[in-house]
């Protein structure tokens, strides 16, 4: 954690949670981080549950994030969804490019790029998520998927879009599993993305940006974690679908 930078706590709920289960967890969760002035929090639902968790969530410390979105703006795209859409639902968040959805739904670089332009141009902040498989990693392949994922991702957007964006690092191999990265192995990610970052951009933009940590994020190691410098923020499955999970991992001290 940084000083400078507000710590950023996300559940990804994924495809958990009927509209009636989510207004159940959100109404035990909304009084346990009631207190929290210190950090953004932020709730995904599945795109059914949106409105209901909208509707409970307004006037609260909680912030709404959708899990993807279509870069057009409307038309024939069945089963899509646009950002004017998720605006209207009261999404400030769009979550990008999770590895979920690189791998099993064929997003790309590209398409996730489209993605976060658009969301920037409709007015919502995208979480876009980086992360390198298993194999990657023993490949020694680390920098370069990461170089190319955040590069790809941010190609064209303004150094004022970039203020916005939050980059989610989520190695692949520790999201669902319960293996985590160790808070060391997090951190050197999260600085090599902020050394891009600045190459890209400037050493204030980087400084300014806000990077999450996501793969196994309990309320066990979210300290140890949220302890490295370079490690703003969690981007939570699992444990973000239990309300005393999820509360006390905003509640990280
Ligand atoms: C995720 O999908 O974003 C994630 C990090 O999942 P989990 O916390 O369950 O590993």
Known sequence: MHP???????????????????????????????????????????????????EMIKGTNIGLSAQNLHWEDKGAFTGEISAEMLLDLGC???????????????????????????????????????????????????????????????????????????IAYEPVWAIGTGKTATPDQANEVHALIRQKVQSLYSAEIAEGLRIQYGGSVTPDNVSQLMAKPDIDGALVGGASLKPESFAALVNFK
């Open 4 to 54: 400078k930078r507000r710590p950023i706590i996300a559940g990804n709920w994924k495809m958990n949670m009927t509209a009636t289960q989510a207004k159940e967890l959100a109404s035990k969760l909304i009084p346990l981080v009631a207190a929290v002035k210190d950090r953004d929090i932020v709730l995904g639902p599945p795109y059914t549950a949106l409105q209901t968790v909208s």
């Open 92 to 166: 400030k968040y769009v979550i990008i490019g999770h590895s979920e959805r690189r791998q099993f739904f064929g997003e790309t670089d590209e398409t996730v790029n489209k993605k976060v332009k658009q969301a920037l141009k409709k007015g919502l902040l995208p979480i876009m998520c980086v992360g390198e498989t298993l194999t990657e990693r023993e490949a020694g392949k680390l920098n370069d998927v990461i170089n190319r994922q955040v590069t790809g991702g941010l190609k064209d957007l303004s150094a004022d879009d970039m203020k916005k964006v939050v």
